[in-house]
């Protein structure tokens, strides 16, 4: 029997590309009707007057975020793809449990006050990186700031389906995976846990389309600044460095540090990342590669390919899959493991929603089912 429940969801940021996915795939979603979208920028805007192919569809009008009256909105859902730091601002009193305005209901003196105003039965899905990372003081040496919700930060639970399922089941506050640790870490932690790899000497050469740089106006990302061009960025010191190594470390027991270098490449959307790494006791590509069949095997959105067929992004553009294949290395005692997503849907809207469903008690795939587009 199919679930017939409806959800309530709000989009903070609908705006920008991750908020623009969201929409799209939520709108063939059978248990989410919109509610809400905010956009600062772009307030008082029908979404199609933003994006044009999301015109003539039944969604409500962009607001501000200090216009959100959020007790009569009645959210059973909240999608934040709002900037880093602006999140941990905004969940962090959000959707107190009353009618009245947040000051007139509580003398605020903490940031834990504001923390513990989230009724439980809200659920929070944070697309930014401010709840990725667990110590705050990580937080504040990568981002440059301070984390100003710490006492909520042991709430959050890191959002990567396949490997942290039954946390997110029970979850209120959710961290989505960047892209690019979902496409390493989906390829290294079932690697790391069988002892098959060593945690030292990993390299991720990581390549992304330029949506992965957000739609704000920046030089950098200017059709003649891209096109025709690759080139390597945050060399030696990516912010998502940290957020792997994270959770490299929990699956190995043991401290991981990765060397990773991200690239910029002239498509608008995908991720590709060639991973090397040193094969322990033994092991070899092919024990690689069954370890990872037999870890997805039940997986909806994973699954590693025949023989030496190479991941690239066109087998996933514009869907929630995520796909691996392992070669051998003719250095010996190496072996390299790719993978490839779309970095706007399993690399963040995408996986969003996934999360969601399972914290709603969904179908893990409702709404997220869509083929691959091609060419």
Not at 179 to 201: H, N
Not at 215 to 239: C, D
Request: net charge negative; hydrophobic share 40%.
């Amino acid at each position: 029997m199919s679930d017939t429940r409806k959800f309530r969801v709000g989009i903070l940021g609908a705006s920008g590309y991750t908020g623009a996915d969201l929409v799209r795939l939520l709108l063939t979603h059978p248990n989410v009707e919109i509610a809400l979208m905010t956009a600062e920028r772009k307030a008082g805007m029908p979404i199609g007057d933003v994006f044009p192919h999301l015109a003539g569809y039944d969604l409500p009008d962009l607001i501000g975020l200090d216009e959100v009256e959020w007790p009569a909105v009645e959210l059973d859902v909240v999608f934040c793809a709002l900037p880093h730091a602006t999140s941990q601002e905004v969940i962090k009193g959000l959707l107190h449990a009353t009618g009245h305005s947040l000051l007139d209901e509580m003398v605020i003196e903490t940031t834990g006050d504001l923390a513990d105003t989230i009724p439980g039965e809200v659920k929070v899905v944070d697309l930014s990186a401010d709840f990725r990372l667990r110590d705050t003081s990580v937080y504040a040496q990568w981002y440059g700031r301070e984390h100003t919700a710490p006492d909520l930060q042991p709430k959050a639970i890191y959002g990567l389906p396949e490997i942290n399922r039954e946390a997110v089941r029970k979850a209120h506050l959710v961290a989505c995976p960047g892209c690019y640790p979902t496409a390493a870490l989906l390829a290294l932690i079932p690697l790391l846990k069988s002892g098959q790899i060593s945690g030292t000497d990993i390299i991720i050469d990581a390549k992304s389309g330029v949506s992965g740089a957000g739609r704000s106006l920046k030089e950098g990302n200017l059709f003649v600044e891209v096109a025709e061009a690759m080139h390597p960025y945050g060399v030696g010191h990516h912010r998502h460095m940290p957020e792997i190594e994270q959770e490299l470390t929990l699956a190995a027991g043991e401290d991981v540090r990765i060397s990773f270098t991200p690239h910029l490449v002239p498509m608008n959307r995908g991720e590709l990342e060639t991973i090397y790494v040193r094969l322990k006791d033994g092991a070899t590509a092919k024990d690689l590669k069954d370890q990872l069949a037999s870890t997805y095997a039940d997986e909806p959105f994973v699954s590693v390919l025949a023989d030496d067929t190479v991941p690239a992004t066109r087998m996933v553009r514009g869907s929630n899959r995520c796909v691996l294949n392992v070669f051998h290395d003719r250095i010996p005692g190496r072996a390299i493991v790719v993978s490839a997503i779309d970095n706007l849907v399993k690399g963040s809207s995408g996986q969003a929603i996934q999360n969601m469903n399972l914290m709603l008690g969904l179908d893990e795939t409702t709404g997220l089912m869509q083929a691959p587009m091609f060419p």
